[in-house]
């Protein structure tokens, strides 16, 4: 249920003991009818609370509601031809208190529907025939009192009304406020990790992440060192063939320009196969197959990855007007990786077999991919490869 339907639950309970004892005390039949036609009201406005007619028409429909309390109340005076003052001045009180307080009225329709019962509420009194046959002193002195009475309950009445639309706007400023904080940290975040991802796996990434704040504190470093040892694992070494001399005939800008349209389109490729790449040194452009995360068949999967660089390189040429070449390089063996360096780090791979496919790579022929024997021993049944 909403908030809606308790202030409501509410309204109709506290308004229905109200003439339950006047009932009892004043042993009238009509306001056992009164009692059952507020229930049924009541009872009609909650379940009109549970559909969205009700979050459209919220405001007209409870200033109904409060003319309907309102006109409960004043029927009381057709009921019964004497009246005590605790009686009537109860049931006043009931309806200020109920307006002011309890029903999600804006402020301005509250002090006027409740200045509105008031002032109908006094006359209504005055023309009952135990004041009329009262004395024009006794009489004065009992408007001034009432008058009195029923301006020290407004003035508290818009008091605690102006107090709970503070405490409302107050409530949904902090609610917003949380809300902005929330998703400027989700935003944060999510741009956090693209950054991590940008420079390492996103296994390592992970784990760096997650490691808790109290430990740099011990420490007072920015994290702590992470290193794997991997066996089976390939390595891709990829040149771009004469680009030296292609540097000395174009601007900087065309250079800059054409890798970052081979290094997009070599990144592209590697996250297709499931490889990792490792970085871009100037022209030379080197991944991995099965570092981090193991992979079973990485020898053939990055064969074929290095297949596709040479058909991209095709593309570009023909695309962007470019005459280039590469060389591509492939050894299998083992690697130690992880991130080291407390600024400006960076996932990398080092060991002797590194070194070897960064061997094949500068060996190897233009448009060709040069494999190690250690690689050819993992591949020899799915490629024809020539000496």
């Not at 009992?142 to 009445?157: A, D, N, P």
């Not at 704040?213 to 066996?231: A, K, S």
Request: some cysteine; glycine content about 4%.
């Amino acid at each position: 249920m909403g908030i809606g339907t308790h202030l409501y639950i509410k309204v109709g309970i506290h308004f229905q003991v109200v003439f339950v004892v006047l009932m009892i005390k004043q042993r009238n039949a009509a306001c056992l009818g009164i009692v059952i036609l507020l229930a049924l009201v009541t009872s009609a406005v909650l379940t009109v609370t549970h559909f969205k007619v009700y979050s459209r028409h919220q405001v007209s429909i409870t200033v109904l509601y409060a003319l309907f309390l309102c006109f409960a109340s004043l029927s009381q005076f057709a009921v019964r031809e004497s009246y005590t003052e605790p009686t009537l001045y109860a049931s006043c009180a009931t309806v200020l208190v109920l307006l002011y307080t309890v029903l999600p009225l804006p402020g301005l329709a509250t002090i006027i529907i409740a200045l509105t019962y008031t002032i109908v509420f006094e006359v209504c009194n005055l023309l009952i025939p135990c004041n009329r046959d009262t004395e024009s002193r006794e009489l004065a002195q009992t408007i001034l009192s009432r008058v009195v009475l029923q301006g020290m309950s407004h003035i508290v009445g818009v008091y605690v009304t102006h107090q709970y639309q503070a405490h409302s706007r107050c409530l949904i400023y902090n609610i917003t406020k949380l809300a902005m904080a929330k998703e400027k940290l989700r935003r944060e975040r999510k741009l956090k990790q693209r950054v991590i991802s940008s420079v390492m796996p996103a296994s390592i990434g992970k784990k760096l992440v997650n490691i808790e704040q109290t430990h740099f504190q011990e420490v007072h470093i920015f994290r702590p060192m992470v290193m794997h040892y991997l066996r089976n694992v390939s390595i891709l070494f990829a040149d771009i063939v004469g680009f030296t001399s292609m540097s000395s005939k174009r601007s900087a800008l065309e250079i800059v320009s054409m890798l970052n349209i081979i290094c997009d389109s070599f990144d592209r490729l590697t996250t297709e196969a499931g490889c990792t790449k490792i970085s871009t040194l100037g022209d030379c452009y080197y991944c991995v197959a099965g570092c981090p995360e193991k992979m079973a068949d990485h020898a053939p999967t990055i064969v074929e990855l290095s297949l596709k660089m040479l058909a991209a390189i095709e593309e570009i040429n023909q695309e962007a007007d470019f005459n280039i070449s590469i060389r591509v390089g492939i050894h299998t063996g083992s690697v130690l990786c992880g991130v080291v360096g407390i600024k400006r780090f960076r996932f990398d791979v080092w060991s002797h077999d590194v070194l070897r496919a960064n061997e094949m790579e500068a060996s190897g022929m233009p448009g060709k991919v040069h494999i190690s024997d250690a690689t050819f021993q993992l591949i020899k049944e799915k490629y024809m490869v020539v000496d």
